[in-house]
């Protein structure tokens, strides 16, 4: 019976201890995508910011009369 509960507390420290080394290096991959993507995000902004030497092909809606 005891040999059971030892083999349980090892096998519960050993997924706690995965669980643990996997967080560190998860949280930083995230926070470097999570950079990549906001910066793409204001690269795009700023692209379309930018004056164009093309006329402007989007459809702009008309403002409604009033």
């Known amino acids: 019976m005891s040999s059971v509960v030892i083999t349980l507390i090892v ?3 050993a997924i706690a201890l995965g669980i643990a080394l996997a967080y560190l290096p ?3 991959l ?3 995508i999570a950079n990549n ?3 793409f995000i ?3 902004r700023d ?3 930018r004056s164009r030497e093309t006329p402007e ?3 702009v ?5 009033q």
């Open 57 to 59: 092909r989007r459809k």
């Open 42 to 44: 204001q690269r795009e």
């Open 26 to 28: 998860m949280r930083l």
């Open 11 to 13: 096998i519960a420290a």
């Open 61 to 65: 809606p008309e403002a409604p009369p």
């Open 37 to 39: 993507v906001k910066a």
């Open 30 to 32: 995230l926070t470097h």
């Open 47 to 49: 692209r379309r910011l």
